[in-house]
């Protein structure tokens, strides 16, 4: 048997080690970091509930993909009305825009400025669209971009949306515009915006069961997994790949890496420096998450909440309580998830728990989300380290150089969020485990760098009755 080492027990890693466990040519060593599978899209028990890293909505318009979630997952899933707004000075907005809730929120003054402004850039478009400010001002005019972009985006990644790639937006917001927004709300247009999901598919037992039956079902196909296992040095000589760990040397002909790729690079003794230098300008961006138990509160009835508010400091909220009866405690209390997106250096990252409560406090009483603190009951902290690659100015060149080098080893295959540094929702990562596994197999030869680029990303298709597409 082949030998397969699948390096981290995320959604790519383990779909990859999972496929290709089914197949008797192989066997498969998974070598996970964490004592846990499903790595940010895991579910965890506490303050009384099942809770998820964040909102973990699945949905992907890729047969592929559904079929095997399906397979997992079983009947074991609920759809899920989504409701996702936008927080605005006090005001809920719907996301997607739709021109007539903005209107009535936004009044009559607000919006003939933001009016005003999208026909002015219509005459004089924005010169810079390649930028994310340029490229949603274009569609939205300055107002709406101010109002409705920019601060999320901004705190999202930490730096000036000018400086940012308009890569991102086009990845999220796809075609979206004011003037498809308003041809959906007169209903002119027959085709809704692939960005208008109306439902979800979420797992009964939290979006990491997913992760924990794959890995069942991984173990009863005789694979192996190492958790809590720390990889001191990675070599390739030509025919094997050795992966030295706990002083444990184990060698394979194929290598599968979702590991953040800078780290994956420092560790594989084959890199140059040069390589590794270049490297050095893919910077990844941080979530620090805040829990907080509520008593006696009416929240929101969203999934999740954007936050464009400036006097908040978080970025999202999610409450847990609006998901499935099935991860719902039954003490009363209202769950909510704030996060906050940081570098390493900053100070959210680095401070005491007592510092996070007052953080967390104030944007409790500023956002209105309850009336004194002595509703809050509890706290508890997530920290999730690398999470979101940037897309600034000088990545791409970067990402590049690292792909030409890294296409230059057998059978060694880079993949998932941080793996390959691509903007992954969980479908994507599950997408890249899978066609690595086709492609190990000898049975398809499939670029898995264009995954997430060229993959077109159907919000709009029709829900089929799994509650998923195209099935
Ligand atoms: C706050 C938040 C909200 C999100 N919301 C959604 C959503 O609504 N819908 C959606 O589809 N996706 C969402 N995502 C994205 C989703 O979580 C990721 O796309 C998915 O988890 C990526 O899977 P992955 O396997 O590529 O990476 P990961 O999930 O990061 O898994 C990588 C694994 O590698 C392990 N690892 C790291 N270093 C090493 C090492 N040196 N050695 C061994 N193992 C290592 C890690 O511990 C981890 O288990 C969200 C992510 C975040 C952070």
């Known amino acids: 048997m082949k030998k397969v ?38 579910s965890v028990e ?24 399906l397979e997992v997952v079983g009947k074991n899933y609920q759809m899920v009305d989504r409701l996702t707004r936008i927080f605005y000075k006090g005001k809920y907005f719907d996301y997607p825009l739709k021109p007539i809730n903005a209107f009535l929120n936004l009044g009559i003054k607000e919006t003939i400025f933001c009016l ?52 991102f937006a086009k990845q999220r917001i796809k075609n979206f515009s004011l003037g ?50 720390s990889i001191k040095e990675i070599y390739f000589d030509g025919l094997h790949y050795s992966i030295n760990f706990d002083d444990v040397i184990l060698k394979s002909e194929f290598l599968i890496s979702s590991m953040p790729i800078t780290s ?31 008593e006696n509160v009416i929240t929101f009835k969203d999934q999740w909440l954007y936050i464009q508010d400036e006097n908040i400091l978080s970025g999202r909220v999610t ?24 570098y ?8 005491e ?17 309850i009336k004194s603190l002595n509703n809050i009951v509890d706290y508890a902290f997530i920290k999730v380290p690398m999470c979101y690659p940037v897309y600034d100015k000088d990545y791409k060149d970067s990402l590049d150089n690292v792909i030409i080098y890294t296409k230059e080893f057998k059978n060694l295959h880079l993949i998932g969020r941080y793996g390959a540094f691509k903007y992954n929702n969980q479908d994507h990562s599950i997408l890249m485990g899978l066609l690595t596994a086709k492609n190990i197999a000898g049975k398809e030869e499939n670029d898995l760098w264009s995954i997430n680029t060229d993959y077109e990303y159907h919000e709009s298709s029709t829900i089929t009755a799994t509650g998923l597409v195209n099935n």
């Not at 998820?52 to 592929?64: A, E, K, L, M, V």
Request: proline share 3%; glycine share 6%; with cysteine.
């Open 116 to 167: 005003l402004s999208f026909f002015l850039v219509k005459l004089f478009p924005h010169k810079r669209p390649d930028t994310f400010e340029g490229w949603v001002t274009n569609r939205f005019g300055a107002r709406l971009y101010s109002i409705f972009f920019k601060s999320y985006t901004e705190k999202l990644w930490g730096i000036p949306c000018e400086n940012l790639t308009s890569e």
């Open 180 to 229: 498809e927004a308003i041809i959906a709300a007169f209903n002119l247009g027959k085709k809704k915006h692939k960005t208008l999901v109306d439902q979800f598919a979420y797992p009964l037992f939290g979006n990491g069961f997913v992760y924990e039956k794959m890995k069942e079902l991984y173990l009863e196909n005789g694979g192996i997994i190492y958790f809590d296992k």
């Open 264 to 294: 994956f690079l420092q560790i594989f003794k084959n890199s140059p420096e040069s390589i590794i230098n270049q490297s050095a300008n893919l910077k990844f961006r941080n979530t620090l998450l805040i829990y907080v138990s509520l």
């Open 319 to 342: 409450n847990f309580n609006n998901w499935v009866k099935t991860i719902k405690n039954n003490n009363g209390r209202t769950v909510l998830a704030f996060e906050y997106w940081c």
């Open 5 to 42: 080492i699948i390096i981290g027990a995320g959604p790519a890693g383990l779909t990859a080690a999972y496929e290709i466990s089914k197949s008797k040519e192989f066997s498969c060593v998974l070598i996970e970091k964490s004592k846990y599978v499903g790595g940010m899209a895991r």
């Open 344 to 351: 390493d250096k900053d100070y959210i990252w680095n401070c």
């Open 46 to 69: 506490l303050l009384g509930q099942t809770v998820d890293i964040g909102p973990h909505r699945f949905f992907s318009n890729d047969t592929r993909v559904n079929k095997l979630w």
């Open 353 to 369: 728990e007592t510092e996070l409560k007052k953080i967390v406090q104030n944007d409790l009483i500023n956002g209105n989300f």
